[in-house]
């Protein structure tokens, strides 16, 4: 299965560059290669090829050169220049470290980027010299920061991402900071002499970890200046067509589990900061300025599709174009991107629960498909259907959404084993798009549901706060119904009834089967055991006490307990199985070794599944994908009737 993404539309509208995604069997990798497209379809081919990865394209505004970034040479990742009328490249950088996110200058002459700068750590430890051609330990490792280590990054290496410029000539970058917190990503004002930049300064960043501001930097004298200075995250600045005016997204933080990022429009100088964004209910990314200045095209996601639309410096606002997704080949999660040329032409990601994202595009006249990167698959596969239900949940009668997936030539008349699929994050949302994991249950035959119980995200902030403080608890009721609403369908065998999830679905699948016996078998996926272990174990501790609990443990054990599913581990008689990456630093396989113990000695039906060299989202490599698919099965198999 491959898919595509990062499609950039060139300056004038008429081309666009896109990532295509693949995977090599035989090095168990996930590689990618740039195609370049004409706007109504035509002349689709790679501009880069070979087993790499080949990735972020960045049109220059004159729309005849691009840098991308690529492990093509010695498998170091260096930035290069593409000439687009010949295709001759160029590497431009060198570094020891590959460069983060990239801006053009406005005149093209020069590259903006945040890269990281390493930083020797001192240990307090000292260790004697050893004798010559003596062969001792390493030596101790000394840690002194809250935030030592991070999920797909392992133990953190001292440094912090610092901001760069270099002419796109090549040669040595210049260093613009050395401060010890880490820079966003840069955008040059429109003459050259500043970058604008997101920050969180903080003295205090490791426990203040959503407080940022947009800072200016005067290339001049290298000053810096903060443009913002609420209680916040203050972010991704962008700048206005004529260079008069900043966009950003932001919010005033209440410390709540789920807020809004809102729109924001400010002078360069930071004077008249002003929300645009008013009431609208949905969560702003992606923030792109319209060719006239006078609004702002974003996306965001509701009820399950995500969607671009377009707001007004008035705040009036209208959607453009539905349907975007298809970035995840795992679980159905809404993830998607657009981009915007000064024609105001669109290019993004489109989606579907037929499919994994292909590349559509936007004008006045419509919207419309122009790749078909997996026909050659589907040709002969069979996909399971896809479709949409409500239900009211026993708890208060709340709408919850969710979507039936159907084994493939599914027949009304049979009855059919059922697995309950449940999404993580616990602020996330499942959605019209594609699964490679979902389908690949249905192809053994299961019904499967999968939904978004109350504490998603895309149905504005109230329903993603009803579990403020209060998770897990009436997500079950919420979950529950939606069985229940399903088997009322009818092909259901009750009797075969099975629950998985991984993450917070892993909370929410360990916290059903210490409530209910209905599931012959469960499959509890990287989760959350112990909320007391976790919060002091995982990265980002001080996220996690401060805005999903409010307290720290011992502030108050009773309410960490009392949501953890370890509380009712005494209920539990369904055999379940535990399933998570041994590298795994955001639901650490402690947590999974813990609850494996204790279902041991309850004497339930128990086994374990650790992924060699996995972080929590697993598929780092292809087979660890299918890995996990393989084990949630067998442990079905095993025991379906």
């Known amino acids: 299965m491959e898919y595509i993404s990062d499609p950039q539309i060139s300056p004038d509208g008429n081309q666009i560059v896109y990532v295509r995604n693949f995977k090599d069997v035989m090095t168990d990798r996930n590689l990618s290669n740039i195609w ?95 004798p010559e051609g003596a062969k001792w330990n390493k030596p101790p490792t000394y840690i002194d920061k809250l935030n030592y280590r991070g999920d797909g990054q392992g133990y953190i290496k001292g440094g912090n991402m610092q901001l760069f410029t270099l002419p796109i000539t090549g040669g040595t970058p210049k260093q613009l900071t050395s401060t010890a917190y880490d820079h966003g990503k840069p955008i040059w004002s429109k003459d050259g002499s500043k970058l604008y930049f997101s920050a969180n300064f903080n003295p205090d960043q490791a426990f203040e970890p959503n407080n940022s501001e947009v800072y200016e930097l005067n290339l001049v004298d290298n000053k810096v200046n903060a443009l913002t200075s609420r209680y916040g995250p203050d972010q991704s ?59 702002l095209y974003f996306q965001y996601d509701d009820k399950g599709d995500t969607k671009i639309g377009h707001m007004s410096l008035s705040g009036a606002t209208s959607t453009k174009v539905e349907g975007l997704g298809g970035l995840s080949l795992g679980r159905p999660y809404n993830a998607a991107t657009f981009t915007v ?88 949302s499942y959605g019209s798009v594609y699964s490679a994991e979902i389908q690949a249950y249905a192809a053994a035959g299961y019904v499967v549901l999968y939904c978004n119980p109350r504490g998603s995200t895309s149905y504005g902030e109230e329903f993603g706060n009803m579990i403020h403080h209060d998770y897990p608890n009436h997500d079950y009721e919420d979950l529950m119904s939606g069985v229940d609403a399903v088997i009322k369908r009818g092909s259901i065998d009750e009797k075969n009834l099975f629950v998985t999830g991984g993450s917070g679905g892993g909370v929410l699948t360990a916290w059903i089967v210490g409530k209910t016996d209905r599931f012959k078998a ?30 720290k443990p011992w ?47 309850e004497g339930v039906e128990t086994a374990m599944v650790r992924i060699p060299g996995a972080s929590h989202g697993i598929a780092n490599k292809p087979s660890n994908l299918i890995a996990k698919i393989a084990g949630i099965l067998a442990w079905f198999e095993k025991y379906k009737s």
């Open 36 to 130: 370049l497209v004409n706007f109504d379809g035509s002349n689709n081919r790679p501009i880069t090829n070979g087993n790499q990865n080949d990735f972020y394209p960045r049109w220059s505004h004159d729309g005849k050169k691009i840098i991308f970034k690529s492990n093509m040479s010695d498998k170091k990742m260096k930035v290069y220049l593409m000439w687009m009328d010949t295709k001759e490249i160029a590497p431009l950088t060198n570094t020891p470290k590959a460069p983060g996110q990239i801006a053009w200058s406005h005149d093209d002459r020069y590259l903006a980027f945040n890269m990281f700068v390493p930083k020797k750590e001192e240990s307090i430890v000292k260790m004697p010299a050893k």
């Open 341 to 428: 040329s000064n024609t105001d032409r669109l290019a993004y990601t489109l989606g579907g629960t037929q499919h994994p994202a292909d590349l559509g595009v936007y004008d006045k006249k419509g919207s419309k498909r122009i790749t078909f990167v997996n026909d050659d698959l589907f040709s002969f596969k069979n996909l399971g259907n896809v479709e949409e239900i409500w239900w009211e949940s026993s708890y208060d009668q709340q709408k919850i959404q969710g979507w039936v997936v159907t084994p493939p030539n599914f027949d009304l008349s049979k009855k059919y084993p059922f697995i309950l699929e449940i999404h993580g994050g616990p602020f996330a």
């Open 522 to 551: 469960a499959v509890v996926a990287k989760p959350v055991i112990n909320w007391t272990s976790f919060v002091l174990y995982a990265d980002g501790a001080a996220f996690f006490s401060k805005y999903w609990f409010g307290k």
């Open 237 to 295: 600045p962008t700048l206005s067509p004529d260079g008069t005016k900043i966009a950003y997204i932001g919010l005033d933080d209440k410390l709540q589990g789920y807020q809004l990022n809102e729109l924001y429009v400010m002078d360069v100088s930071g004077a008249n900061s002003k929300k645009i964004s008013n009431d609208f209910d949905r969560n702003i990314a992606n923030i792109q300025w319209a060719k006239d200045g006078k609004g």
């Open 555 to 601: 502030e108050d054990p009773e309410s960490y307990f009392r949501r953890s599913p370890l509380s009712y581990v005494a209920n539990v008689t369904t055999p379940t199985m535990l399933l998570t990456g041994e590298e795994d630093y955001r639901t650490p396989i402690a947590e999974s070794e813990q609850f494996y113990t204790a279902l041991k000695l």
